[in-house]
């Protein structure tokens, strides 16, 4: 289901003497008009709001003119196990020959749109911007807390390193840009869920 808009009229409400627009407002992943930010001891966790996503994936004998297209957008596709960020466009793997593609929601909260003209019908794209909650988690120390929250031993994985891994049972993408700052892609059904595992982990460690 597409994100509302907040221009998008529903009713009409009675005030005074006089009607005035009620309309629909986009709401976060948690269920909140905006953003939440945690703060706990040297860790912080941001709801991230702003970024549109799309998976991408190759048809059948479009590899030569999918990668054509691909480099003519300036969208990266990126190897196993890696994200790439780009100018317009990021993208991380997620399986032989399909990526999930990040941009700035502002300028591109129709990913598809943008995408499915240059790609043509050598992809097959799909919105996935309310599919999952985003949560960005930084701080010194995401050695130690993500030691309790995955199987993936961060200490030895590099900058852009993306993979599937398990938080709480939810099957969550793991983003690792540099030694202070992981991103988490996990289902928009569960956000309250995967939020309060990181709470409760990160209480855990200090």
Same mark, same amino acid.
């Given at each position: 289901m597409p994100r509302l808009k907040s221009s998008a009229r529903i009713s009409l409400i009675l005030r005074g003497s006089v009607f005035v627009d009620k309309a629909w407002k986009a709401l976060t992943g948690l269920g909140h008009e905006t953003a939440e930010t945690v703060e706990i001891g040297p860790y912080r966790i941001v709801e991230r709001f702003d970024v549109a996503l799309a998976s991408l994936a190759v048809r059948r004998g479009q590899d030569k003119g999918f990668q054509a297209a691909a480099k003519k957008l300036g969208v990266p596709l990126p190897g196993a196990a890696r994200h790439e960020a780009g100018?317009?466009?990021? #993208?991380?793997?997620? /399986?032989? &020959?399909?990526?999930?593609?990040? #941009?700035d929601f502002a /300028?591109? &909260?129709?990913?598809?749109s943008a995408l499915k003209p240059g790609f043509a019908e050598t992809a097959s794209i799909t919105e996935q911007t309310d599919a999952w909650v985003?949560?960005?988690?930084s701080g010194a120390g995401l050695v130690a807390l993500f030691e309790r929250l995955t199987n993936l031993d961060l200490a030895t994985l590099p900058d852009g390193f993306a993979s599937r891994t398990v938080i709480e049972?939810?099957?969550?993408?793991?983003?690792?840009?540099?030694?202070?700052?992981?991103?988490?892609?996990?289902p928009r059904s569960s956000a309250q869920g995967l939020l309060h595992a990181l709470e409760v982990t990160v209480k855990s460690v200090l």
């Open positions: 100018k317009v466009f990021s #993208a991380f793997w997620t /399986t032989p &020959e399909m990526w999930l593609v990040e #941009a /300028t591109h &909260e129709d990913i598809v985003r949560f960005d988690v049972h939810l099957g969550v993408y793991l983003i690792r840009h540099s030694a202070t700052l992981v991103t988490l892609y996990g």
